[in-house]
């Protein structure tokens, strides 16, 4: 047994959590820069949270998903303001906005500079400014991991930035902020969750802890995001998810994932596929898949006997880990994603000659080495044939 | 739900990760003070892990339980050094010894201050000297923890020196260290971590995360604490006890305890009980308190389930929940501190006419409040009388 458990040092997790904010950020100085998109700045009472504080504050809005030059105006903004601590509120893409601006505010230079193939593959070396995140969605479990997404339109191209230095000091996650989710966003959110969680679970570089800590968010998603789904205001169902969400996070962030984020970085670089939805749409195919390629090894039963626990978790009832109880997740990940309404691929122009250029690119990614079982083109032609 | 989660940010587990301590400190700086029991510095070679890296390193021997003497001197070793970081190598003594030193030499002062009744009860508000920590025997968890327990034998006195600014920031657990520790220390170290477990798992404080993790450390320290006890070189086992010991740490630093811990402060002070003893002459005798006082109540069913599930762990297939299965962990419990040759309380003078002087101590505790339910004088006069 063999594992390395990195983790965010402060969670804080309820309803109503949000109002310690002000005392989150004193504890790290004064002067902070609130990283945000639009809509989540406006859940947020910041005038509230500031009142009575001495604390003071800019605003730097995060629109869409971060890009170079995006993080770099966060940076200047930061510098400029001498800010003490950086607070990122908003979904993944606001969160890893601010993630990257901490960083970089203490590394120096362009996030371009600590980006692999189109920069100069610069490491992260100096503590990021102290980092506290606020998700406003149940998804990317980004206020508890090491890396920021981000994005070069010009050149066609997304790269973390990786470091346990970028890890955030704080993870203040109150549930009641999600209760504004538009479903359509609480859908491709939570898909994402489950299959960060599937995926981690299954990983052949999952250990005791990240596996006990996967199944309970495997659980809570399998329970509530559904419910979540179809009624928003659902406390219960957003605390379910806010919490696989979370989960989710510490799970990816010390096992690793699997193909279907192999597939999601060449699928969300060639085509307009948001992530929640190329997980979405690959989950069941890949489940199935692994499943099928798993079969024939005896050494693999372990990671089958996974596949029958969490189908154990959608049945509610002991298993006796026959065959057939490995195809239970696999019929209950196909239902779902219908009951989500889950786009197809070929929506955003994905077609058959593509897939040869994008299986790859899946089998180079750094994702896929974690997938608990090679796949044979076949079987990865299959996972996107199923899901056009 | 509700919940904080303080932990370790790096986390380190598997068997050789020792050699990886010189690499660690380097994170941090390049002076480091040792803090360890002479035997634990033994166990570790520091000069094959200090070859080849530009750092230097002075030893600091924690004999015993750390008292406020032992520490001020280790604050003064430090300073005088300079000591960029600090290192704990040992039991749960040298460990704690070596945390509050290293919070006591940024907050200044003598470990008497920050100790309440006896002291000042300051606050510790810096943060503390980065602090290492590695176990060589499996039980407290303290490499996780944000207090240490210090002693004052002039006074006749024991306390915490709490703080979250005194987790340390690295816990390395490397298990071929605990290969050489005595059956008798496995034995009382081992039922203090599964003792942590349990109350941990059933404290009113716990949340869905620490009962994950609870969990799975009591299901390690069922399959292998006998078999560690009866052949120390089982390094299988002695892994189940440091993954058991590690997540009794995160499990109480953030649900809380019980009871047994209740009932450790007043007796450790009073008579000279290890803390193990204590623990593994209580435990049972709580439990089947506990039980037999939830019992009546149905708000309390969620507590027996947890009661019902371990004993699902102990005969290894799935359970019904009804009345019987409570007996499960506790025929188990009381099993298994026979075979461990746990010493009675008797044997350390404790006597009946001692009952309500220590009684009385064990409500105002500050882990009793976490028990799932409160307990007449009567019941907490029977768990003492079992154990005598």
Redo the contacts between chains.
């Keep these: 047994?063999?594992?390395?458990?990195?983790?965010?040092?402060?969670?804080?997790?309820?309803?109503g959590?949000v109002e310690t904010l002000g005392n989150l950020i004193s504890e790290f100085g004064s002067k902070a820069l609130i990283v945000g998109s639009e809509s989540a700045l406006k859940v947020i009472n910041l005038e509230k949270i500031f009142t009575n504080q001495n604390l003071e504050y800019i605003r730097f809005i995060a629109k869409g998903e971060p890009t170079i030059e995006l993080v770099d105006r966060g940076v200047a903004a930061g510098l400029d303001y001498k800010a003490e601590v950086v607070v990122g509120v908003g979904g993944g893409s606001a969160l890893d906005a601010g993630k990257a601006i901490a960083g970089i505010i203490k590394n120096g230079g362009s996030a371009r500079d600590y980006m692999d193939v189109i920069g100069k593959g610069l490491k992260i070396i100096h503590p990021a400014l102290p980092y506290i995140a606020v998700p406003t969605t149940a998804g990317t479990g980004t206020e508890v991991t090491k890396n920021a997404v981000i994005k070069s339109p010009e050149d066609g191209y997304k790269a973390s930035i990786r470091s346990?230095l970028l890890?955030p000091k704080v993870a203040l996650i109150d549930?009641t902020l999600t209760l504004s989710v538009p479903s359509k966003i609480t859908a491709s959110s939570g898909l994402d969750a489950l299959c960060q969680l599937i995926e981690a679970y299954t990983s052949n570089k999952s250990?005791?802890?990240t596996?006990?800590?996967a199944?309970?968010g495997i659980q809570?998603a399998i329970n509530s995001l559904l419910v979540a789904y179809e009624d928003g205001t659902n406390l219960n169902a957003r605390?379910d998810m806010a919490?696989a969400a979370l989960?989710s996070g510490i799970c990816l962030a010390n096992a690793g994932l699997g193909a279907v984020h192999g597939f999601a970085s060449p699928l969300g670089g060639s085509f307009p596929i948001p992530h929640g939805v190329v997980c979405a749409a690959l989950l069941a195919g890949v489940v199935e898949q692994n499943i099928l390629s798993l079969k024939p090894s005896k050494t693999s039963l372990q990671t089958l006997v996974k596949y029958a626990k969490m189908g154990e978790l959608v049945i509610k009832k002991?298993i006796k880990y026959r065959e057939d109880d490995y195809q239970i997740i696999i019929d209950y990940l196909k239902t779902l994603t219908q009951k989500l309404h889950t786009p197809s691929l070929s929506t955003y122009g994905l077609k058959e000659t593509d897939f040869p250029a994008i299986i790859e690119k899946v089998k180079k990614s750094s994702s896929y080495r974690y997938n608990p079982v090679k796949l044979d083109d076949a079987a990865l032609s299959g996972i996107l044939r199923q899901a056009l």
Aim: net charge negative.
């Design positions: 047994m063999q594992f390395d458990l990195l983790a965010t040092p402060q969670i804080y997790f309820g309803t959590k346990p890890v549930p250990n005791p802890v596996d006990a800590l199944l309970l809570k605390e919490l989960l002991p």
